[in-house]
């Protein structure tokens, strides 16, 4: 069972095929998916190809160690930075899609 975040609406729990169910999601009108807090989600949908955009909410702060963003989620993948966006608090969001996708 996995939890994922609506983008435009409410939260939907989905059950079954993790693959099956998000690419169902992503084939809806308003197919946008959110992920929030969840790395071993985010690890797997990467493996499976189905992350289209990554957006990353960067906070500065110094810590001695941590959990990898994305693990090992075996090659690396080529990234294209698509926007940016500041706000007040030093809090910055990077956009990036699959450099694939530039096809």
């Known amino acids: 069972m996995v939890a994922l975040d609506g983008v435009m609406g409410a939260p939907e729990r ?19 998916v959110l992920v929030l807090a ?3 989600l985010v690890h797997e949908l990467v493996r499976q190809e189905l992350v289209d955009e990554y ?4 906070a500065a702060a ?5 959990k990898r963003l994305l693990g090992e989620v075996g090659e690396p993948k080529a990234l294209r930075l698509v926007g940016t966006e500041t ?8 956009t990036y899609r699959p450099a694939e996708q530039d096809g």
């Open 38 to 40: 969840s790395a071993d």
């Open 87 to 94: 706000f007040a608090s030093g809090v910055v969001v990077l």
């Open 55 to 58: 957006r990353l909410r960067l």
């Open 62 to 66: 110094l810590a001695g160690g941590g």
């Open 14 to 32: 989905l059950d079954g095929d993790l693959v099956e169910a998000v690419s169902d999601l992503k084939r809806r009108p308003d197919g946008d």
